[in-house]
């Protein structure tokens, strides 16, 4: 399905359900499976084989993408023809495929009217918090990814000639950015925190079986999984970038990553707001430039939900133990909106391991774990139990 003429398409596949394993009498469910097929760049530098060469060793495959996202969709694809070759499967499984998750999702109106109704969305998306325990992700973060830039009117100048002349770029960014957030990392937004969702009890147990299990402190369980935080992910300079010389143009990335029940628009409005209002109190002479480049929402699974304890079932029925449930850091833009679109709940099947090394060199996924995580899908899709 094309969704513009400067975007991957998606992929939109669908396996219907065996008439040997439904009741004719009753609807047959549809599970949407969503997943990508983009990746992140992997320059050469730090692999130990070729980033888009899939290699085989000691048990794992390495290759960009294996685990983020592209071994989970190959496994829940064999999943649903297996079932589909024994005349097992016991749904209407579609797959959506998008090529533009890892900068910011687009062009699902258009797939919806094709799908139609379903029951419930499935995806497979990050991984365990640890090596050995299966886990289901029950939350993610949203996110607000914002440039800056601060420009003075100048050119490029020489260092031995202006040095300490003139009010640099470079040394304004860095006391401007220093200024975003305290001494213990919090936030210095005015009334940023004033939304975020209270601890319940149960979430405090989960995060204290987490401690046991990892034995990382509780406090900074909270602070990973389910806590706000900005970042700065980098910073630039204009060409022609000599260390000789004063640079007319300093840029940085800064995102924040928000949690329930922070609004994604009010906190980008007030970003922006904040950045302006904080550099003005500086009294800083160049120029501040704010641009939000993409925004996402986050998400929040449904503990109680018939197709949540269905799927721990299946993990449960596979691996012996009932999986650990987790919240996770990062963004994924198209979950909660799918779920908005469709009207259903989702579901987050993590299938790799916490050392995966997702979005960095020497990717890789464990073989065992594709072939388990099948069966776990296969569990779901043969038997799948509809809320009444």
């Known amino acids: ?3 513009g003429e400067t975007t991957n398409p998606l992929v939109y596949a669908k396996f219907s359900a065996s008439a040997k394993a439904c009741n004719l009498n009753e609807r047959k469910p549809h599970i949407l499976f969503y997943g990508h097929y983009d990746v992140m760049p992997a320059p050469q530098q730090g692999w130990n084989s070729e980033p888009f060469d ?3 060793r000691n048990g794992y495959l390495y290759g960009r993408g294996v685990t983020n996202d592209k071994g989970p969709i190959i496994v829940v694809a064999c999943a649903a023809a297996e079932l ?6 016991g749904a209407d499984v579609s797959f959506l495929i998008e090529g533009e998750e890892e900068c910011g999702s687009t062009g699902f109106d258009e797939a919806q009217d094709s799908i139609g109704h379903v029951d419930v969305i499935l995806f497979s998306n990050s991984t365990w918090i640890t090596e050995y325990e299966p886990c289901i992700t029950y939350g993610l973060h949203g996110a607000v990814h914002c440039s800056l830039q601060i420009s003075k009117s100048l050119p490029d100048l020489h260092s031995s000639i202006e040095g300490g002349v ?3 770029p470079m040394l304004d960014m860095i006391k401007f950015l220093g200024t975003l957030i305290d001494a213990d990392n919090k936030v210095q937004m005015p009334a940023f925190y004033d939304d975020v969702c209270t601890q319940s009890e149960e979430e405090m147990q989960l995060l204290n079986r987490l401690f046991i299990i990892t034995n990382r402190a509780s406090h900074c369980l909270a602070r990973r999984r389910r806590e706000s935080a900005m970042t700065v992910h980098n910073l630039d300079i204009s060409e022609p970038k000599n260390a000789t010389v004063i640079p007319s143009r300093v840029s940085a990335q800064v995102s924040i990553r928000i949690v329930p029940d922070q609004c ?3 906190i980008s409005d007030d970003l922006q707001s904040f950045l302006r209002s904080r550099f003005e109190k500086l009294g800083l002479p160049n120029k501040l430039d704010v641009h939000i480049d993409k925004k996402a929402d986050w998400w929040l699974g449904e503990l109680n939900d018939t197709w949540f304890k269905s799927l ?7 691996w012996g133990i009932m999986p650990l449930r987790i919240r996770e850091g990062g ?3 198209s979950v909660p909106f799918l779920e908005k679109g469709f009207g259903c709940h989702a579901l987050h ?3 790799g391991q916490s050392s995966d090394q997702a979005h960095l060199p020497n990717e890789r996924i464990s073989i065992a774990n594709l072939h388990r995580g099948k069966a776990v899908v296969e569990r779901l899709f043969s038997a799948p139990v509809m809320p009444k």
């Open 349 to 351: 099947l993590p299938m």
């Open 312 to 318: 721990e079932k299946a993990i449960y029925g596979e």
């Open 264 to 266: 994604t628009e009010k």
């Open 84 to 89: 589909r070759r024994r005349r097992a499967l």
């Open 166 to 168: 003139i009010r640099e």
């Open 54 to 56: 899939l290699v085989s």
């Open 1 to 3: 399905l094309l969704t």
């Open 331 to 333: 963004s994924i833009p």
